[in-house]
């Protein structure tokens, strides 16, 4: 069974740098057929896609969000079975519940069906990690 973990700083004053974790367990991040997304969701605000990686074949590959695309950068590392984002230049609007999830679904456009890909059925989610941007 595959088990993700989210953990962050929970308060980040504006303009800093924001580090999250994903644990995962249960499964490699490197094993085929597994992506993993960041996705977020603000107060009173719908789901939003942030990015993936994922292995294919041994090669890894990584997408981003275009309108996240040039403050946030995922990572990992694959002994620690982690996953890691980074998004810089926070606002108070990056205020929200942030979550890692995995799925063994492909995706042609990642930044269109992000979220579809993530609700498909064979998806797990952590429970999120509350990040809130505050002075």
């Known amino acids: 069974q595959v088990q993700l973990q989210e953990s962050g700083p929970g308060l980040v004053k504006p303009s800093q740098t924001l580090s999250l974790t994903c644990t995962v367990s249960?499964?490699?991040?490197?094993?085929?057929?597994?992506?993993w997304s960041w996705i977020r969701q603000p107060p009173g605000k719908g789901l939003e896609w942030m990015g993936v990686?994922?292995?294919?074949?041994?090669?890894?590959?990584?997408y981003h969000s275009p309108s996240l695309k040039s403050r946030t950068s995922i990572s990992r590392d694959n002994a620690k079975k982690t996953a890691f984002l980074q998004m810089n230049s926070l606002t108070p609007e990056d205020t929200a519940v942030y979550y890692c999830a995995t799925n063994v679904a492909t995706c042609a456009r990642w930044g269109v069906d992000g979220i579809t890909w993530a609700a498909g059925p064979l998806a797990s989610w952590g429970r999120g990690t509350q990040v809130t941007v505050s002075a």
């Open positions: 249960g499964v490699s991040i490197t094993a085929n057929y597994h992506a």
């Open positions: 990686m994922y292995y294919d074949g041994g090669r890894y590959y990584a």
